[in-house]
């Protein structure tokens, strides 16, 4: 029997998508796993995203109890999500036509991101429906560490306010985030729920790292430091390039750095200009010679190389949570992050791994010393990683707690609201 239907909203990230390119990253892992995980639990779920290109279909039947609908607005080319602001009354009334021509009816609207938490927020007010959202990173905290490069349009702070006042639960990944929420946007810290994003411990599984290097093609030689993830100046992959470049100075064997990620399969520095920006200080540093670039991978495919890895590093300038370190410890591999938002809180700082500053090579090469020297040491912190992981960062245990909230806005289907439920801020063309 169904519990009830829920429309996930989530403008720029569809789980059709492939991961790693500049826009697809853990917001579509989040409504993959937790659609997924919410329908084992007896909700229909109905993603409403944007149509990724004209020969996508209507719908798609994603899984058992979920399906993508995707929803022509803007352009018919790739879009970057910023450039999407604009487009978002006709994606909120998009919806509302399928919603009709489909008599559908829904218990919940879940806004992912501040654009589709205005969609949200509107469609909430509109239908008389409980609207439980969650940001995945907010402008205020982006703006503080991005500075001039944040590329966010001028309306999302006050966009952010207005989905803060007006959504019935707001989720936070973590308690710096849910502490943001409450000291930056005024948010009621009844309405603020953390529940934290988690890892697929099925796919993310550690193997025997002789066999994962067999199959990528590493000598088992070779200590091996791996970074995951999207190729972007925050995320700061040359600061483990600075740091290796401290490290190979003061020691000696065979230590290579593995990048993967880019917007190609294959290794291409124009397609992804970051990467020729590390190339290029890697050069300079005289250490080009000890990496290895392997392209975009699949979420299939990780697990090979997280599990080759002698340690995983993950050092961005901010990170509002954060899933590669978590699918680093899923594969039974420590990490050494950067002590920073949800990183802080997924690292057991000296039991799963260490936290270091970000921006700060120094530090970080000091960590990688003291981990690489100590074989033994990586072995148990790996081992309680992939322990912590499955206790406390499983998406079954995130879909539950998820579907606990939406039980809870349920029972109280009259959305009694104490505050003017007015959104003051609009795209304008």
Same mark, same amino acid.
């Given at each position: 029997?169904?519990?009830?239907?829920?429309?996930?909203?989530?403008?720029?990230?569809?789980?059709?998508?492939?991961?790693?390119?500049?826009?697809?990253?853990?917001?579509?892992?989040?409504?993959?796993?937790?659609?997924?995980?919410?329908?084992?639990?007896?909700?229909?779920?109905?993603?409403?995203?944007? +149509?990724?290109?004209?020969?996508?279909?209507?719908?798609?039947?994603?899984?058992?109890?979920?399906?993508?609908?995707?929803?022509?607005?803007?352009?018919?080319?790739?879009?970057?999500?910023?450039?999407?602001?604009?487009?978002?009354?006709?994606?909120?009334?998009?919806?509302?036509?399928?919603?009709?021509?489909?008599?559908?009816?829904? &218990?919940?609207?879940?806004?992912?991101?501040?654009?589709?938490?205005?969609?949200?927020?509107?469609?909430?007010?509109?239908?008389?429906?409980? $609207?439980?959202?969650?940001?995945?990173?907010?402008?205020?905290?982006?703006?503080?560490?991005?500075?001039?490069?944040?590329?966010?349009?001028?309306?999302?702070?006050?966009?952010?306010?207005?989905?803060?006042?007006?959504?019935?639960? !707001?989720?936070? @990944?973590?308690?710096?985030?849910?502490?943001?929420?409450? @000291?930056?946007?005024?948010?009621?810290?009844?309405?603020?729920? $953390? !529940?934290?994003?988690?890892?697929?411990?099925?796919?993310?599984?550690?193997?025997?790292?002789?066999?994962?290097?067999?199959?990528?093609?590493?000598?088992?030689?070779?200590?091996?430091?791996?970074?995951?993830?999207?190729?972007?100046?925050?995320?700061?992959?040359?600061?483990?390039?600075?740091?290796?470049?401290?490290?190979?100075?003061?020691?000696?064997?065979?230590?290579?750095?593995?990048?993967?990620?880019?917007?190609?399969?294959?290794?291409?520095?124009?397609?992804?200009?970051?990467?020729?920006?590390?190339?290029?200080?890697?050069?300079?540093?005289?250490?080009?010679?000890?990496?290895?670039?392997?392209?975009?991978?699949?979420?299939?495919?990780?697990?090979?190389?997280?599990?080759?890895?002698?340690?995983?590093?993950?050092?961005?300038?901010?990170?509002?949570?954060?899933?590669?370190?978590?699918?680093?410890?899923?594969?039974?591999?420590?990490?050494?992050?950067?002590?920073?938002?949800?990183?802080?809180?997924?690292?057991?700082?000296?039991?799963?791994?260490?936290?270091?500053?970000? +921006? &700060?090579?120094?530090?970080?090469?000091?960590?990688?010393?003291?981990?690489?020297?100590?074989?033994?040491?990586?072995? @148990?912190?790996?081992?309680?990683?992939?322990?912590? $992981?499955?206790?406390?960062?499983?998406?079954? +245990?995130?879909?539950?707690?998820?579907?606990?909230?939406?039980?809870?806005?349920?029972?109280?289907?009259? +959305?009694? @609201?104490?505050?003017?439920?007015?959104?003051?801020?609009?795209?304008?063309?």
């Amino acid at each position: 029997m169904s519990r009830g239907r829920v429309a996930f909203i989530s403008e720029h990230a569809s789980p059709v998508a492939l991961l790693g390119s500049q826009d697809a990253g853990g917001q579509n892992v989040y409504v993959d796993e937790v659609s997924r995980n919410l329908a084992d639990l007896g909700w229909d779920v109905d993603i409403f995203t944007r +149509r990724p290109s004209p020969t996508d279909p209507d719908e798609v039947d994603w899984a058992p109890g979920v399906r993508v609908v995707n929803l022509d607005f803007g352009p018919r080319a790739p879009m970057l999500k910023d450039d999407m602001w604009p487009f978002m009354p006709v994606f909120r009334d998009r919806i509302r036509e399928w919603v009709n021509e489909n008599n559908r009816r829904y &218990d919940v609207i879940h806004g992912n991101f501040w654009m589709s938490g205005w969609v949200a927020a509107d469609l909430g007010l509109q239908l008389g429906v409980p $609207v439980v959202q969650i940001f995945h990173a907010t402008g205020l905290t982006k703006r503080r560490h991005q500075g001039d490069d944040d590329t966010s349009p001028p309306d999302r702070i006050d966009v952010e306010l207005d989905v803060v006042r007006i959504a019935d639960r !707001i989720i936070a @990944q973590c308690p710096a985030e849910a502490s943001e929420l409450i @000291q930056d946007y005024g948010a009621r810290p009844t309405r603020v729920t $953390v !529940i934290p994003s988690a890892v697929n411990i099925e796919r993310f599984r550690p193997i025997d790292q002789r066999e994962a290097r067999r199959q990528i093609g590493i000598p088992d030689d070779t200590l091996l430091i791996a970074y995951v993830g999207r190729m972007l100046p925050r995320k700061d992959p040359r600061n483990i390039v600075r740091a290796l470049a401290r490290l190979v100075d003061e020691r000696d064997g065979d230590v290579q750095l593995m990048l993967v990620g880019g917007e190609t399969r294959e290794p291409d520095l124009s397609a992804t200009p970051e990467l020729g920006e590390i190339v290029a200080l890697a050069e300079r540093l005289g250490v080009a010679d000890r990496l290895i670039l392997t392209g975009k991978r699949q979420p299939d495919e990780l697990h090979l190389y997280y599990s080759a890895a002698d340690v995983a590093v993950t050092t961005p300038w901010y990170e509002p949570f954060g899933l590669t370190p978590l699918e680093a410890m899923a594969c039974g591999t420590p990490v050494i992050g950067a002590d920073v938002g949800g990183i802080s809180y997924t690292i057991a700082d000296g039991a799963t791994g260490l936290l270091v500053p970000s +921006r &700060d090579p120094f530090a970080l090469a000091d960590a990688l010393k003291y981990m690489l020297s100590q074989p033994e040491l990586r072995t @148990q912190m790996g081992s309680a990683a992939r322990e912590r $992981v499955e206790q406390h960062f499983t998406w079954r +245990r995130v879909a539950e707690r998820t579907a606990c909230l939406y039980d809870e806005l349920c029972r109280d289907r009259s +959305r009694a @609201q104490s505050f003017d439920p007015l959104i003051t801020h609009s795209p304008t063309r």
